[in-house]
């Protein structure tokens, strides 16, 4: 069974945060940053309030703490890369009209 988009793209953002050192200012992640241009602020917003109510990321004063460590095991560059063409092809599906 495959992951939804909405849970990939919160494993990106958590793979982000741990390969920054586990704390970073929210304006800075840069996943963050592609859905909340990509598919909204709400969209973006969504997936940071779900983070933090299942107790995975703590957000004070627009910076953002991993509370549950994990080992990445790719590179940011990959973890960029796969969340630009996961984003983009969400965005792209939503643009679609709906079909007969």
């Known amino acids: 069974m495959s ?17 920054r050192g586990g704390k970073v200012r929210l304006r800075f992640l840069k996943v963050y940053r592609l859905v909340a241009y990509w598919l909204g602020k709400n969209y973006a917003g969504n997936l940071i309030s779900k983070l933090v109510a299942s107790g995975y990321l703590s957000i004070k004063d627009d910076s953002v703490e991993l509370l549950r460590r994990f080992k990445a095991n790719r590179t940011i560059m990959q973890v960029y890369r796969e969340a630009r063409e996961l984003v983009i ?12």
């Open 89 to 100: 092809s969400t965005y792209l599906a939503m643009q679609r009209p709906l079909s007969r």
């Open 3 to 19: 992951m939804s988009t909405e849970a990939r793209l919160a494993l990106l953002l958590l793979e982000e945060v741990e390969l």
